[in-house]
């Protein structure tokens, strides 16, 4: 449908890690099968050493044999060796010790966030001073473009619920001769890529083909940084990826749809703590619009 179509190498973390995980497991496992051998063979030698041998034939404790207690010790430690590898290493390795780490940060920056909050909202002025505007490479403008129904919707399977002729023309006069960041089910929207725009698709997918030109990233970060050398990139969707940019970008160009609808993919609520609106061009409907909508610009504050 694209034409020629290349192959570009893709890692995914998530699987690095748990390939590691998983060779790191089978290496406790095998060490923990060698030394049950190695016991199993000991124990068989000792036995051999004192019945047959003679070796400390007469050494007893508590009227047992030495090689008992020998046995018994070296069965301890085998045991102790099984306890490490299916209980502590497994559930309270340094993976746990980071969940847990990760768990204790969250929790104390869920209670700064909430007091933020508090005093954002008593003392708005002196918040607005002393919160640093989020920074993206190269100084750059990061905008999020979209089009919301008034319950935020934005979409249903993977499909825009309207069509608002003056939207998808302020779309192409805003976005023509730029970066546009979108996740994989957004690029997979499009019948073939937009024109005159330089396409940048986040995907986990491993060997994700794409026509030549569109850049391929493993992240968001990974967008923007692919996304430097533009001044004015936007970000076009999906729903996962307007809940991550929503923290960092520096403006959002929001039609808003008088209207509510049905659906799957949602956009985030606009939080007037941290944005103000700019800008607003209201439009009623007519024989090209089905519904009435306004052109606003938020801006962080």
């Known amino acids: 449908m694209f034409g020629k179509k290349k192959e570009i190498p893709q890692i995914d973390k998530e699987q690095l890690q748990l390939i590691e995980n998983a060779q ?8 923990l099968y060698v030394h049950f051998v190695v016991f199993l063979i000991g124990a068989v030698f000792l036995i051999l050493a004192n019945t047959v041998l003679g070796i400390g034939k007469t050494v007893m404790f508590f009227n047992l044999n030495w090689f008992v207690y020998a046995i018994l010790a070296w069965l301890f430690l085998f045991l102790y060796h099984a306890f490490n590898v299916f209980i502590t290493n497994r559930f309270m390795g340094k993976d746990w010790e980071q969940k847990q780490l990760d768990k204790l940060v969250a929790k104390q920056q869920n209670k ?12 708005p002025l002196v918040m607005t001073k002393q919160t640093p505007k ?17 319950n935020d919707v934005i979409g249903k399977d993977n499909k825009l619920i309207w069509h608002l002729r003056d939207d998808l023309k302020r779309f192409k006069t805003l976005t023509s001769g730029h970066h546009i960041i979108m996740g994989r089910k957004t690029f997979e929207s499009f019948p073939k890529p937009l024109p005159n725009r330089t396409h940048v698709v986040i995907t986990r997918q491993a060997n994700y083909q794409v026509p030549d030109g569109v850049i391929v990233v493993n992240s968001l970060k990974d967008a923007i940084d692919a996304s430097r050398n533009d001044q004015q990139p936007y970000i076009i969707g999906g729903g996962e990826i307007y809940k991550e940019a929503i923290k960092i ?16 993919t949602y ?14 061009k209201d439009h009623t409907k007519d024989d090209n619009h089905d519904y009435d909508f306004s052109f606003i610009t938020y801006e962080r504050l």
């Open 249 to 264: 970008v520096d403006k959002v160009e929001l039609t808003r749809v008088h209207h509510a609808f049905e659906g799957d």
């Open 24 to 31: 790191k497991r089978i290496k406790q496992k095998k060490s």
């Open 267 to 280: 956009f985030p609520q606009i939080d007037p703590l941290h944005w103000k609106e700019t800008d607003r």
């Open 112 to 123: 700064i966030n909430t007091l933020k909050a508090k005093v954002e909202k008593e003392h």
């Open 134 to 150: 989020p920074k993206t490479p190269a100084q750059t403008q990061l905008t999020i473009i979209v089009a919301a129904a008034k």
